[in-house]
């Protein structure tokens, strides 16, 4: 057995020595001469030095256990935010007073590198923005301001907003809207066409976590399936044209009712929010559209009857209006005693027509 700081082993044991002999005597027998006498033993030396030992040597670091079977053996890669969540983030910071009007916003070079995507991404997300007339023109080289009011045509005299297409200013708008804790939606609208895409940039911003609204609730009016509609109608005014017409508009009403139900509840599963979605009915066409925010915001616009035969071989000409065109001229409590009373009765108005003569939408299939 190897003992610890010798060099004996079981099979080279050292004998040891015998019992000393007897004074005049040796080993093979007596001795004619007295035995000499025993040399002193050396005094004792200085005690020995022991050697410096090594410094103690760090105990590994214990391995990681190994990944259940069929368990990734690294987490998956987050995907880069999209152009839209990018403004949806920047555009959260300007609505809370992180980016006043004046500051500069930050390069595309430092934008890029705090959300880890391409230059090209910074881009699109800018330029949405100062569409918006959130940013000032820029030149080459110098990054955008926030604007001020009264630059970029995002207010004219007076602080009163310019009206825009419902398609460039809906979503922002909804994005501002989603900035609050409670969030509360009242449209009446011929389609939810202009909605889905609004809605969905809102969400976008909730999925990135610019937005955290903790509870949101949405009501939408739309005109009834058993009514004659006074646009979308086929232009020759023939039933059989009249009802491929009305079904085209009825297919479209109720697939944009699902898409942006299922895109608003999902909220609830992925981030925990309260969400209410309800539709109900009219029974006349809307000749304008209008959306109230949070009880403090009305947008308003003017559907533009328009005669179209661009709808393609299956679809005959029509008598209709393009939603996303439509002018939204804006209206905010913020504005002045005007703009306060008009979004104070547009919410009455909406109030009037949910209690009174809608009646609840029901689906196909």
């Known amino acids: 057995m190897k003992l610890y700081g010798d060099d004996v082993s079981e099979e080279n044991p050292v004998e040891s020595p015998g019992p000393a002999p007897s004074p005049g005597r040796t080993a093979e027998g007596p001795s004619a001469a007295p035995a000499p006498a025993p040399i002193p033993a ?15 040597v760090p105990a590994p670091p214990p391995s990681p256990a190994p990944a259940p079977f069929g368990a990734p053996s690294s987490p998956p890669h987050p995907l880069p935010p999209t152009p839209a969540a990018i403004a949806a983030a920047l555009r959260d910071r300007i609505a809370r007073g992180v980016l006043k009007a004046g500051d500069r916003i930050p390069t595309q070079a430092e934008l890029s590198q705090e959300f880890g995507v391409e230059r090209g991404r910074v881009r699109q997300a800018l330029q949405a923005l100062r569409a918006e007339g959130l940013l000032s023109h ?9 604007a001020q009011p009264g630059h970029d045509g995002e207010r004219a005299g007076g602080g009163t907003p310019e009206p825009r297409p419902t398609l460039v ?40 976590g610019s937005l955290r609204p903790e509870s949101v609730d949405v ?16 232009a020759s005014g023939e039933p059989v044209e009249a009802a491929a017409v009305h079904r085209r508009w009825l297919e479209m009403r ?19 929010t309260k969400v209410s979605v309800a539709f109900r009915t009219v029974p006349f066409t809307p000749p304008v559209k209008l959306y109230v925010l949070n009880g403090s915001e009305a947008l308003f616009a003017y559907y533009l009857v328009r005669r179209t035969d661009e709808n393609g071989e299956d679809v005959p000409e029509m008598i209709d209006t393009w939603g996303p065109r439509a002018q939204l001229f804006p209206y905010d409590v913020t504005h002045g005693p005007r703009d306060e009373v ?23 299939g």
Do not use: M, N, Y
Request: aromatic share 4%; with cysteine; proline share 11%.
């Open 219 to 234: 009501r939408i009016l739309l005109p009834s399936r058993s009514i004659d509609l006074a646009f979308p109608v086929a």
């Open 42 to 56: 050396p005094a004792p030396s200085a005690a020995p030095v022991p050697a410096p030992s090594a410094a103690p």
């Open 254 to 272: 109720d697939s944009q009712v699902r898409v942006l139900s299922r895109t608003l509840t999902g909220l609830r599963q992925s981030h925990g």
């Open 342 to 364: 008009f979004v104070a009765q547009s919410a009455r108005w909406f109030e009037g027509l949910w209690q009174t003569i809608s009646e609840e939408l029901k689906l196909d």
């Open 169 to 208: 200013a809906l979503g922002p708008r909804l994005v501002r809207a989603f900035a609050a804790p409670e969030v509360r939606i009242d449209a009446l609208c011929l389609t939810a066409e202009s909605l889905i895409p609004a809605v969905s940039e809102a969400v976008i911003g909730v999925h990135s």
């Open 138 to 146: 820029s030149t080459k080289g110098v990054p955008p301001r926030v």
